[in-house]
């Protein structure tokens, strides 16, 4: 059974286009949260997104929008993409702890390549 | 804001010997937590250190927190082909609401 499940495991598209990841949780967790992986392996938080709070990496461009139609799924839509969002996306979920009880799970990365 | 810097970034070692990869912290740290991924994989959950001076065991594998709490370590012993991967080390932000991430270090290991 699969803990954090991401669609697609790989996108290529081109320059301009709208596209959409999709992440789900069969975890019960209460927080989800989008994370980017360059081509240098560097992780960086996008969003973090709880049933009552967003909180966005302020270096994250408007056009990444999260939507989360309920509790276990959080999608991530991009607009008008650019050769810099080719990257590796994750998906990952945690029990709501706050610090030192943040153990989160993470799903198995979407490979986005924009031409 | 807070910043973890992992070294080495690289490592080759045969198999049978042991290793160590540290991560320093700026801040102190409320929680430490160590990853693993391998080529095309998601990231694996391998330990979570809270304590100052705690140190938690899986395996082969052993982490560490100095009692400061700014410095942590991850030690495998007798490495096999099995632990080779990116291991990267995690800290709660400011707010707790989210994870930062080392660098990463590329772990070899040759047969």
């Known amino acids: 059974d699969t803990a954090v499940s991401q669609t697609p495991k790989y996108l290529v598209t081109q320059m301009g286009n709208d596209k959409s990841i999709k992440c789900e949780q069969n975890?019960?967790?209460?927080?989800m949260y989008w994370y980017k992986q360059d081509s240098k392996k560097f992780l960086k938080i996008m969003f973090s997104?709880?049933?009552?709070?967003?909180?966005i990496n302020e270096t994250v461009p408007n056009r990444f929008s999260p939507k989360s139609p309920d509790k276990a799924h959080l999608n991530l839509h991009i607009n008008s993409l650019e050769l810099g969002d080719s990257a590796v996306y994750f998906c990952?979920?945690?029990?709501?702890?706050?610090?030192?009880?943040?153990?989160?799970?993470f799903g198995p990365g979407t490979r986005l390549t924009v031409l | 804001s807070q910043e973890l810097e992992q070294s080495p970034q690289s490592l080759i070692v045969q198999e049978g010997k042991n290793l160590t990869i540290n991560c320093t912290s700026s801040?102190?740290?409320?929680?430490l937590y160590w990853y693993k991924q391998k080529y095309g994989e998601g990231l694996i959950f391998l330990m979570m250190?809270?304590?100052?001076?705690e140190e938690k065991s899986h395996e082969k594998i052993t982490a560490k927190l100095d009692e400061k709490k700014q410095q942590s370590s991850l030690h495998i012993t007798a490495s096999q082909p099995s632990h080779a991967g990116i291991y990267l080390c995690?800290?709660?932000?400011?707010?707790?609401?989210?994870?930062?991430f080392g660098k990463g270090t590329t772990l070899s290991v040759s047969s």
């Open positions: 997104y709880n049933n009552k709070e967003l909180i």
């Open positions: 250190l809270q304590k100052g001076g």
């Open positions: 995690g800290a709660d932000d400011q707010a707790g609401t989210a994870l930062i």
């Open positions: 801040k102190t740290l409320y929680g």
């Open positions: 975890l019960g967790h209460d927080t």
């Open positions: 990952a979920s945690s029990q709501e702890g706050g610090a030192g009880y943040n153990e989160q799970f």
